[in-house]
């Protein structure tokens, strides 16, 4: 069993930036690969980007390409979300997510293991 934490969440200006955090404690030996996803009210929930837990992949969603940046630290069994240029629609609850599957996933159902969000809000 995984088990995610994620922070870092708050209230923030338009074009403003927040770096979120997600811890990982458990079973973290069979992670292969760390993500974040988005669900905003109303909406399903959507993928932001992924993370290969060993190596150096990454995948975006064409809407975030170029303002966020995922990022790990393996030793702090931690995944990071650098978000830059926030706008107002990526309002949203954020969640972390993990697997055990050799590829990147950019699904839900593709993730074994999720945390409970964490709200972030942009003010226009």
């Known amino acids: 069993q995984v088990h995610l934490l994620e922070s870092g969440g708050g209230l923030v200006q338009a074009g403003g930036s927040l770096r979120l955090s997600c811890v990982a404690s458990?079973?973290?030996?069979?992670?292969?690969?760390m993500g974040w996803f988005r669900q905003a009210p109303g909406k399903e929930r959507e993928f932001v980007t992924a993370?290969?837990?060993?190596?150096?992949?990454?995948d975006y969603a064409d809407s975030v390409r170029g303002r966020f940046t995922i990022s790990r630290d393996n030793a702090q069994n931690t995944v990071y979300l650098q978000m830059n240029s926030l706008k107002p629609e990526e309002t949203a609850v954020y969640y972390c997510a993990a697997d055990s599957s050799p590829s990147l996933v950019k699904v839900e159902s593709g993730y074994d293991y999720w945390g409970q969000g964490t709200q972030v809000t942009v003010s226009s």
């Open positions: 458990g079973q973290t030996s069979i992670i292969d690969n």
């Open positions: 993370i290969t837990w060993r190596g150096s992949r990454t």
